[in-house]
């Protein structure tokens, strides 16, 4: 009988990262990653790309993030999209954004503003291109806090790019979000990407945790694509819905000036009634989820 593959050293470093064993330790899950790139591996030269763009278990550092996607380009298609994606974006030697549009704001008393043109065409391609192998069901935080399958609320598919599976290219664009809303990006959940076909909706709904001890001051939706019909963000207390071109971004404020849940904001993904919606969604917090080094203060649901 075959035996099974023994584990490698990007294995021992993701379930160093994830705690499988014991306490997380990212810092050494970060030293298998770069043992396993040594050797060849690619899953784990992503890994450590992504741990070097974040400051994940060590320093962080941008510039060895981008040139470890230079030296794997010429071999690996992921690398090389990136690659190719982070040089046109504009960014300083940190891979922060040299540039943001300008705020608009869409009402006259919320704190609803799109910013056009945040992400590139070829930005927004990419975030489908590398997402759509992954889209499953859209799930639901229930009111006891628990992830759960509830079509009735949403029957869109979804994926997301958590902390410890973020690409540089992401991390960029991550930056650039938290760059634009004024806060810090380690207040931002995983970044989503949505896909809703013909007829698939997300009801209305507000954007918020059940635990309410750090609870989603901001939402952020940018558009990937508009080559569809219908597919509004609609806001029915407001008496107002908005749909952007593609790569603008839609930020409004979820939480009042006291800190409580703004039932005004209640907002629905309303259904293409032709085509194919694709965004890209984060949730900003209202303090920061983790810490310098990738750890999390507090339990979360997206880790």
Not at 75 to 100: F, H, K, N, V, Y
Not at 170 to 179: E, F, K, Q, S
Not at 271 to 300: C, H, M
């Amino acid at each position: 009988m075959a035996q099974p593959p023994l584990p490698t050293r990007f294995d021992h470093g993701i379930s160093l990262a994830l705690g499988e064993a014991g306490p997380p330790d990212l810092a050494a899950a970060r030293q298998e990653f770069a043992a396993g790139a040594s050797d060849g591996d690619v899953r784990a030269a992503h890994a450590l790309a992504g741990f070097l763009a974040g400051g994940i278990g060590g320093p962080r550092d941008w510039q060895a993030a981008v040139d470890l996607l230079r030296l794997w380009a010429p071999r690996d298609g992921l690398a090389a999209m990136q690659t190719e994606l982070i040089s046109e974006m504009g960014l300083t030697a940190d891979g922060l954004p040299a540039s943001l549009p300008e705020l608009k704001a869409v009402h006259s008393i919320k704190r609803i503003s799109v910013a056009e043109r945040l992400l590139s065409p070829k930005e927004c391609e990419f975030l489908i291109r590398i997402a759509t192998p992954m889209l499953r069901g859209a799930k639901v935080i229930s009111a006891t806090n628990q992830i759960e399958d509830q079509k009735n609320v949403r029957d869109n598919d979804h994926c997301g790019f958590a902390m410890l599976q973020e690409p540089p290219a992401i991390r960029a664009i991550n930056l650039r979000i938290a760059a634009v809303s004024a806060t810090d990006v380690r207040q931002g959940e995983p970044l989503q990407i949505m896909r809703y076909r013909e007829g698939q909706q997300y009801r209305t709904h507000l954007d918020r945790t059940s635990a309410g001890t750090n609870q989603r001051l901001m939402t952020a939706i940018i558009y990937l694509n508009d080559d569809f019909s219908g597919g509004e963000t609609a806001f029915p207390v407001l008496d107002m819905a908005v749909r952007g071109r593609r790569g603008d971004a839609l930020l409004f404020r979820n939480l009042t000036e006291k800190g409580e849940v703004d039932r005004d904001m209640q907002h629905a993904g309303l259904p293409p009634t032709g085509g194919v919606k694709f965004i890209a969604s984060r949730w900003i917090l209202e303090r920061p989820a983790y810490d310098e080094q990738g750890n999390l203060l507090g339990e979360t649901l997206w880790s």
